[in-house]
Every structure is written in structure tokens, then in C-alpha cells.
């Protein structure tokens, strides 16, 4: 990792193989099958050193706009993020160290959301500020019921 | 048999559907042994940083109080000692820089100590490596300034037969000498610094002959007068200038010797035949600093050719024994990680690039990204294809919607964690932040300074 080989040759083949390797079909079902996994630990677990965190996202992207799945995503994203910086689930007090974290992890979950989804994603983390979820609240998949009403599937 | 192979394949069954937690478990071992593994690293570079350093602040102190005392003295003693002040404010001047660089050092020392991210740690403290190499040969090159220093002085006191305007001949010949490595050490610039630390033997070598010539010089007009003066005070006289402290390597036996031939690694360090070259800490400090690629392996193997006197023949590192090399910490990993010109890996080549967009240099300068830390110290080299790839360029993306391009994400995540937490963020956040994007991103955490511009 970090050393740059994840660009050299076909790595979309690659990240392909691997994930058939693996047993899945997609590379959603493999990412849903481990929910707060990072990036980077999706991306280790195809290829400790020729695969990188962006190659994996990029290709959920895909997946997702083929099959309307986007918010899905969007949702799964959330829970990788929180889960990095907020282990714990939600923090029961607000110091200076947890509001941090908690940015942190808002921000990153905005980085990694498709144009399409930025605006709503920018207003459900202004939702959970304002009206924060119990303490510990820690969702384990997209389908967590506060994500759901945050985030619900588009209509269509 | 049967029986064992259906075993076999129960477990690989049974593997496939509760493997993954499993799987997972040992994925998470993996990864808290490799934490603490980047952890041990930081640490480990982070003391082979602080004892380089402390050595040469410790060297540079010593000469920042001599050489004014020195100054005084000369001056005190000889009519003409006022003319050789400019000589004095040579090594004043470089003092100057050397603190700054060493100061520099320190910035980052403490910076990588504060960052949670061991990996950003190491790629912090490899920062200081143009700074520690130029601190580092700065001042070996000031403390033989400070030679010559000490032998006019000497030769003011007690040579009066050696001609003054031929000792400030001499002194402007040195120092013409010695002028340009250190004007291309101070300027801290990686290729220009590397380039002159790994020249230092041959440097080290003309200055020994030029003590040599000097001496010489004045021992033989000292020679010549002596038979007016008084035996015993001539004698005198040529032994105090024979046995000024020198710091200037002794030459090696005159005819020809074969470099690095007599070199071998003991228990106690590198040794010269029986004699110790330099300790085994020296080399366990410079074998971390190398293969941590805070410096190159041609400038710390330069730094032992020095120590073992061996200055005079033009020779490259590859010259030193095998076993030297490989104590020094070479291995395949090491040459492929230093930009050392034409002669280094693939990557060496490849153009630089700002983590931290400069178009924003303003806002990182306001969050504490000044001095050793600016943003022009926070570049990578990376190949095109690559760097394409995270600026959205080629045809990277398999998604439409999210085009991850770098400096937009960066900077949107940058913005957006500092709202989100209702104040400016800190210096030691924004790395934090930085360096695990860089890992998304699979940009290699080794950072070059780039052209400001």
C-alpha cells in the first residue's frame, strides 16, 4: 500500500478478479459483506499492495448508478466513516476531541458521496448535529433505521 | 482417508460461509500488528532523527562561542589581526544558516510526534533529511574552517618569519575552496545538498592538503630564520603548529590505498585494520536514517570514508566493502528510494506534485503551514498515469458521478471537517486528515519539496 503500484497495469480487471476470487459477484456484495470496513481495508483485503481505497469506491459508483442503488451507497458510505473515527458509536458529550471526530468522519462521508447525493448528504449531517441520535449509536449497514429516515431510497 | 478428506472439505466449506468474520479477525490482527509495526518504525527514525541532530547542534554550539573568542584573540595579539575579522565572519555566517536548518529539524521532530499517523510520523522526519544532511556536513566543513582559523592565529603568534600577506593568500584560497559547498548546503535544496554531502571526501581531502601546505610553508620559512634565532625556541614554535587540534581527517600513508579494501564491520563498529572507525551506535544511527530514507546511503557511506581518513581518492559508495554497505542499511529498497539522479529507480524521475493544492496555499499558511512546514515541502513524485488518475484525468473512473478528483476532495473534506467542528483546524488535523486521504488514494506518504512558484 502506498507505494503508488495500485495505478500500474489493468487494475480494474484486477480489483474484478479479485473480488471473484473472493466469491462474490460484485464488488457491492463484497462490500456489503463487511459493512464498517474502510476503504482502505476493502482495498487491502483485494490486494494488500496493488489496489487503492479510490479504485474500490469509484467502482461501488459504478455498481450502484447501474443498478439505482446510489442512496444505498451513500448510506453504506456513512457507516464506514463513522465507524472509523467513532469506533464507539455517537459520543455521549460534545468536547472539543469528539466534535472532531465527529467532523471528521461528516467530512469524509461528504468526500466519498457521488455529486448527485452531496446536498442531502450536507443536510443529514446537519440533521444529526441538530438532533443528535442516542448516545453509542453506532449503525452496522445501510439499512439502519436513522440512516433510512435521513437518507431514504429514492421513490422511483 | 475418506473420512480425512471430507474434513477437508467441511473446513474449506465451512471456511467460505463463516470465513468472513473470521477472515476479518485475522485481517484485523494483521493490521494492529501492523500499526504497531509503523509505530516501533516512527519511533525508532524519530530517535536516529534526534541524535543526528543533537550532534551536530552540539558541534555547531561549541563553534558558535570559539570562533567570536577566536576572533578576539587574533585580533588582541597581532597588528594585522583586524584584517582576518572577514574570515571569522565567514564561520559566523554559517553558524547562522546551521541553526536555522537545525531549528527546522526540530519543527518537524515535533510535528511527527504529535500526529496520530505513524506512517505520516516517518514521512514527517524524512522531511528533515535535505536539512539534517546540510546541518550534517555544514558542520564537519565549519569545523575545519575553524582549523584553518586556529592555525592563522597560531601562525600570527608565533611565526613571525611566515609572511602575513602569504597566510592571507592562503586563507582566501581555503576559503574559496570551501565557499561553494557550503553556499549549495545552506541553500537546503534536496539534489544540490545531496549532491554536496556525497562530494565531502574529496572536499575533506583537498582541505587536509591545504592544512599540509600551510604548515609546511611555515615550518620551512621558520627553518630558514632559524638559523638567527635561538634553537630551542624554533623548535618550539614548530611543534605548537604541528599539534593544533585538528578535526581535518589525517591523511592516509602516502602510496597508493585501495579505498574501503581495509574496511570491515565488528562488534564494535567499522573498523580500519585494528583501529575503530566509527562505533557501533554511529552505524545502528545511520543505518535507521537510511533506511528510513531521511538519508541516502551515498552520504552517510561518504561520512564514513571521512571518519576513516579515506578523502583523497575520487570514489563512489559502491567502493565501500559489501559488509560496511549492508550495516549502513543498503538493500535493493534503499537504492530504489533516494533521488539520486540518473542513477536511481524509475521514480526518481518522475515529476513532483502538491498534496496540499497551492492554489489554497493561503489557507494552509493561516493553519500553521509556514517555514519547514510549508506547503512546497509536501510534494510527491508520481507517474503520470497515476497522477492523472487522481486528478480525475485518463480514463480512471469506472463511476460517473463522483469524480474524486484530488484537490477538490481534499480540500472540500479539509473545509467541511473545520465547519463541521466550529473552529480552525489545527496543523496536526489537517495531516491527520491528509495522510489518510493519501492512503485512499495509494499516493506514497514520501514527501520532496517542489518548486513554489
Known amino acids: ?156 | 482417508m475418506l473420512e480425512s478428506s471430507r474434513d477437508g472439505l467441511a473446513d474449506d466449506a465451512s471456511a467460505r460461509q463463516s470465513g468472513t468474520p473470521e477472515r476479518r479477525q485475522r485481517h484485523r490482527e494483521n493490521d494492529a500488528e501492523a500499526i504497531a509495526a509503523g509505530q516501533q518504525r516512527a519511533a525508532e527514525t524519530r530517535q536516529a532523527v534526534t541524535e543526528a541532530t543533537d550532534d551536530v547542534k552540539d558541534s555547531i554550539a561549541g563553534l558558535a562561542s570559539d570562533i567570536p573568542k577566536l576572533a578576539s584573540h587574533t585580533r588582541a595579539i597581532h597588528a594585522h589581526g583586524d584584517v582576518f575579522s572577514r574570515y571569522f565572519d565567514f564561520g559566523v555566517n554559517q553558524v547562522r544558516w546551521l541553526g536555522g536548518a537545525l531549528r527546522g529539524t526540530t519543527t518537524l521532530v515535533e510535528v511527527a510526534d504529535s500526529v496520530d499517523d505513524p506512517d505520516m510520523a516517518v514521512g514527517l522526519l524524512r522531511m528533515t533529511g535535505p536539512r539534517l544532511q546540510a546541518a550534517m556536513a555544514g558542520a564537519m566543513l565549519l569545523d575545519s574552517w575553524f582549523d584553518f582559523l586556529q592555525l592563522a592565529d597560531a601562525l600570527l603568534q608565533q611565526c613571525p618569519y611566515y609572511n602575513v600577506e602569504q597566510l592571507l593568500v592562503d586563507m582566501e584560497r581555503v576559503q574559496k575552496r570551501l565557499e561553494p559547498a557550503m553556499t549549495a548546503l545552506s541553500s537546503l535544496e534536496p539534489g544540490r545538498v545531496e549532491a554536496t554531502a556525497a562530494a565531502m571526501p574529496e572536499l575533506m581531502g583537498q582541505l587536509t592538503q591545504e592544512f599540509h601546505t600551510i604548515r609546511e610553508g611555515a615550518r620551512m620559512a621558520t627553518e630558514r630564520a632559524g638559523q638567527v634565532i635561538a634553537v630551542a625556541q624554533f623548535v618550539e614554535m614548530v611543534a605548537l603548529v604541528s599539534t593544533l587540534r585538528v578535526s581535518l581527517p589525517r591523511l592516509p600513508p602516502s602510496g597508493p590505498v585501495l579505498v574501503g579494501a581495509r574496511l570491515s564491520v565488528g562488534p564494535g563498529g567499522v573498523m580500519a585494520g585494528s583501529h575503530l572507525v566509527v562505533s557501533a551506535e554511529w552505524v545502528e544511527m545511520m543505518r535507521r536514517l537510511v533506511q528510513a530514507g531521511v538519508i541516502s546511503l551515498p552520504v552517510a557511506s561518504a561520512a564514513v570514508r571521512i571518519h576513516a581518513g579515506q578523502v583523497l581518492m575520487a570514489q563512489s559508495h559502491r567502493d565501500l566493502p559489501k559488509g560496511v554497505r549492508e550495516a549502513l542499511g543498503d538493500s535493493p529498497e534503499v537504492r530504489g528510494m533516494h533521488e539520486t539522479g540518473k542513477a536511481g529507480a524509475g521514480m526518481s524521475e518522475a515529476p513532483k506534485h502538491h498534496v496540499l493544492p497551492r492554489e489554497h496555499r493561503e489557507w494552509f499558511e493561516q493553519r500553521g503551514f509556514t517555514g519547514a512546514m510549508d506547503i512546497d515541502q509536501f510534494c510527491v513524485r508520481m507517474e503520470k498515469s497515476h497522477h492523472e488518475a487522481i486528478h480525475g484525468g485518463g480514463n480512471w473512473q469506472l463511476g460517473r458521478t463522483w469524480p474524486g478528483e484530488w484537490n477538490r476532495m481534499i480540500m472540500d473534506e479539509l473545509r467541511r471537517a473545520e465547519a463541521r467542528s466550529g473552529r480552525m483546524l489545527t496543523r496536526n488535523q489537517v495531516l491527520d486528515i491528509v495522510a489518510t486521504r493519501m492512503k485512499t488514494y495509494d499516493i506514497p506518504l514520501r514527501f520532496s519539496r517542489g518548486r513554489s512558484r
Open chain 1, 1 to 156: 500500500m502506498t507505494d503508488g503500484r495500485s495505478w500500474q497495469g489493468n487494475w480494474k480487471t484486477r480489483i474484478y478478479e479479485r473480488v471473484r476470487e473472493r466469491g462474490y459477484d460484485s464488488l457491492t456484495a463484497f462490500a456489503e459483506a463487511r459493512p464498517t470496513a474502510s476503504l482502505v481495508e476493502l482495498a487491502e483485503e483485494l490486494g494488500r499492495d496493488d489496489i487503492a481505497g479510490v479504485q474500490v469506491f469509484s467502482g461501488l459508483v459504478a455498481e450502484a448508478e447501474r443498478n439505482h442503488q446510489v442512496t444505498r451507497l451513500v448510506r453504506a458510505q456513512c457507516v464506514r466513516e463513522l465507524h472509523a473515527y467513532l469506533p464507539a458509536g455517537w459520543p455521549s458529550e460534545m468536547g472539543d476531541e469528539n466534535r472532531f471526530k465527529v467532523a471528521r468522519a461528516l467530512a469524509g462521508w461528504y468526500s466519498f458521496t457521488p455529486e448527485t447525493h452531496k446536498e442531502r448528504v450536507d443536510r443529514a449531517g446537519d440533521a444529526l448535529l441538530a438532533n443528535p441520535p442516542l448516545a453509542g449509536w453506532h449503525p452496522l449497514g445501510p439499512d439502519d433505521e436513522l440512516l433510512r429516515t435521513l437518507l431514504p431510497d429514492d421513490q422511483a
